[in-house]
Each structure stands twice: as structure tokens, then as C-alpha cells.
């Protein structure tokens, strides 16, 4: 039974919320505000937290870096009415695992929950995680090219293992949906926008790319587009 917590002072949206996660059998827990939720997330043992943007006393992102910075790898699933790209990108870089522009279907709440239950993130052996010219340590989730290491999001190491796996073949946008998300969640819009976020820390520093669009069908990290 997963334990979620709500973080959102819209009381009709968080009622709502609710309802439709409990009536599935989640169990819910709620906070009115940014303070009172960071206190919750870093006492409980919960297993998704779904967190608004525009909280009152302490604002979402700020929410998330702390938890982040707590050690903590709880899932979190922000809501918000900030759509842009820099607000989703500013979003991903503090950690968040999927981000909903409200209104949203509510459906789409549960894009969370199988990284949750699952563990998505880890990979079997270190030799499953290795390429010749970048490397990742799955249990720190640490990523180094050519010795650097590199700063990596949480969905962006899931992207990079699932990609590295299968290097130099392409993934397709459906198979790494499905790494991140799990079975029907997310979407593809919001997948590009983690790859944006992954290529900026893997390639913008560096002469040589190792990720390729391979468009209208997915991604491949190779030493070359061609390769």
C-alpha cells in the first residue's frame, strides 16, 4: 500500500486529489503549506509526494531542493499553473520526477507511482551500466564523462542507464516512457523535455555528442549519429 503525500493549499484541488488517490487505495496524508510539508516529507516514510509550486511559506522548488539535499529519493510529482519550459526545466533541475501544468487529468497522477513501487533506477551489475567514454554508479547514481563528473537529475540517470544499456542501438520514446514512468504514465512531451535537461549535462561541456535524436522513433548514446 503506498503511502502519498499531498502538498497543495487549493482546498478544492487537494480534495479532489485526494478522493480519486484514496478511493484507488493510496494512503493519503496532506499539508496546507511548503513548511509544514517539508517537515512531513522528511519525517514520513512516504512513497510519492505530489507537491504544488505556489505554496504558501515556503515555495515548491525550494521544498523540493530540501528534500533532495536531505538525501531523501522520494518521488515527487509537482503541480502547477507555471507552463513554460524554463519552469519545467527549473522543475527537473531540483529534482522532480514528472511535472502537470493544471488543469490536468488525473489520470496522470499516476506517473509516479511505478518508480515507487518498483525501484526504477538501479541496474543490475556496474558492467550493464558502463560505456567507453562515460561511466554511471548506479547505488550513488553518479555520473562521470572523460573523468568529470557530471550533474545529472534523478530522471535523467533512469534515461542514461536505460539508454547506456542498450548503447549504440536507438530506444525508442516508448521504451524509455516506460523506464521512467512505468506502465501508462508520462508522456512524451514531458520525456523530451528530461533528454533536453540530460544532453545540456552529458554533451554541452564536451566537443564529442553522445546523445542522438533519432527522430520520429527515439534516442542512442553512440560515439557518433552514424555509429
Not at 170 to 187: K, P, S
Request: hydrophobic fraction near 45%; glycine fraction near 8%; charge should be negative.
Amino acid at each position: 500500500m503506498l503511502r502519498i503525500l499531498l502538498i497543495e493549499d487549493q482546498r478544492d484541488i487537494a480534495a479532489n486529489i485526494w478522493d480519486f488517490l484514496e478511493f484507488r487505495g493510496f494512503v493519503m496524508d496532506h499539508a496546507a503549506d511548503g513548511s509544514t510539508g517539508l517537515r512531513m516529507a522528511l519525517d514520513g516514510a512516504y512513497d510519492v509526494v505530489v507537491l504544488d509550486l505556489g505554496l504558501p511559506k515556503l515555495d515548491g522548488l525550494d521544498l523540493c531542493r530540501a528534500v533532495r539535499e536531505a538525501g531523501r529519493d522520494t518521488p515527487v510529482l509537482m503541480l502547477t499553473a507555471r507552463d513554460t519550459l524554463d519552469d519545467k526545466l527549473a522543475g527537473f533541475a531540483e529534482g522532480a520526477d514528472d511535472y502537470l501544468v493544471k488543469p490536468f487529468a488525473m489520470q496522470r497522477t499516476r506517473g509516479a507511482y511505478p518508480r515507487a513501487a518498483t525501484g526504477a533506477g538501479t541496474c543490475s551489475t556496474a558492467r550493464s551500466c558502463a560505456w567507453p567514454t562515460s561511466r554511471s554508479t548506479p547505488v550513488t547514481q553518479e555520473v562521470a564523462r572523460d573523468g568529470q563528473k557530471l550533474a545529472v537529475t534523478r530522471a535523467g540517470f533512469v534515461l542514461l542507464e536505460t539508454l547506456m544499456r542498450r548503447s549504440p542501438h536507438v530506444v525508442r520514446h516508448a521504451d524509455l516512457t516506460h523506464a521512467l514512468w512505468g506502465e501508462g504514465g508520462g508522456d512524451i512531451a514531458t520525456l523530451h523535455t528530461h533528454l533536453s535537461v540530460l544532453r545540456s549535462a552529458i554533451d554541452r561541456p564536451f566537443k564529442l555528442q553522445l546523445l542522438h535524436t533519432v527522430h520520429g522513433f527515439g534516442y542512442r548514446i553512440a560515439e557518433s549519429a552514424d555509429a
